[in-house]
């Protein structure tokens, strides 16, 4: 197959081409704006006859037009991510995750072209600490934020593509990825990276906040699947049962990489902070018989921790001005 894959310069885009490249035949264009969140570097050392990069916007309606023509299925990561910029500037948000999803949906109605949509587990809102229940797929739309506002609108937009006009289109909601090649303004990178530079970790508020943590690697290996195997028109949770609160990840960080376990600050916490994040993947599981491969957080972690040790290259571009913006917010 030849995929189009939209924000494939960005951290799980970048994670799911070199899976692709090892994983399967598929020849792989990668349509990426290198917006502050795109590293060409992220893709260095891959075969040039298996993966071609074009610079531009997923809404330049021209561009796309040519590139999803030539495509056989369309695997669309590019967007906005971070939910502190969507608080501080959400304009861009709008033009990536409403108006590139409207653009790319156009060109796929137009040319019959299959599409698999990325989206997240914040469009569901937040769960409370002692909730049982986990996210679904009949769990009901409430966002918190511009960021998960306009994942909301843009999962909302492929839904009515596939009713009004057909578009072969899927969609999956992922919990909370970690791994190689994710930008330092991320919660696990900034902790790693600020330890490697001798500043204490930031936690926002108390850190009792739960997030659902996945390794990218498996992200990739479940959209393949669905990508494969998922029912056209279907929405598929994407999890692999990683609950943890923050102040527990920041501690753990510390502790695998030999500083004491209470040398960090608490700092201003984030507006509107979703509370807790908790997938449940069964239809994902049963249905298309996926699994993760990664189920041990610590060793993921810590996987993680070497490989930012090693390629302090890729991410020491990205660090200062990071933390200046951090700064200025008290955080
Ligand atoms: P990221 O910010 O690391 O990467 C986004 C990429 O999209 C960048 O390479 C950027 O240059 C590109 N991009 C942005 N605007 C563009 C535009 N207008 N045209 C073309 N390219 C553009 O994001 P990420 O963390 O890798 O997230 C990728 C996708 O996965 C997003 O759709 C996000 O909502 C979803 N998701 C992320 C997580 C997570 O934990 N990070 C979890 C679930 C779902
Ligand atoms: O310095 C920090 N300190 C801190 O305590 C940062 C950057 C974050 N946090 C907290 C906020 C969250 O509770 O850590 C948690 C994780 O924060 P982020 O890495 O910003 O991720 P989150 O807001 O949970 O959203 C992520 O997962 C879902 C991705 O950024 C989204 O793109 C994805 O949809």
Redesign the pocket.
Known sequence: MRLLVTGGAGFIGSNFVHHVVEHTDHRVTVLDRLTYAGNRASLAGLPEDRVAFVHGDIADADLVDDLVAAADAVVHYAAE????NSLHDPNPFLHTNLIGTFTLLEAARKHGTRFHHIS?D?VYGDLELDDPARFTEETPYNPSSPYSST?AGSDLLVRAWVRSFGVSATISNCS?NYGPYQHV???IP?QITNVLRGIRP???GE?R?V?DWIHADDHSSAVLTILDEGRIGETYLIGADGEKD?KTVVELILHLMGRPTDDYDHVTD?AG?DLRYAIDSTKLRDELGWQPRFRDFEAGLAATIEWYRDHEEWWAPAKDSTEAFYARLG?
């Open positions: 991510s971070h939910n502190d997240t914040e994942k909370n303004e991320k919660f900034r930031k936690l926002y850190g906040n997030r923050n984030r902070h955080q």
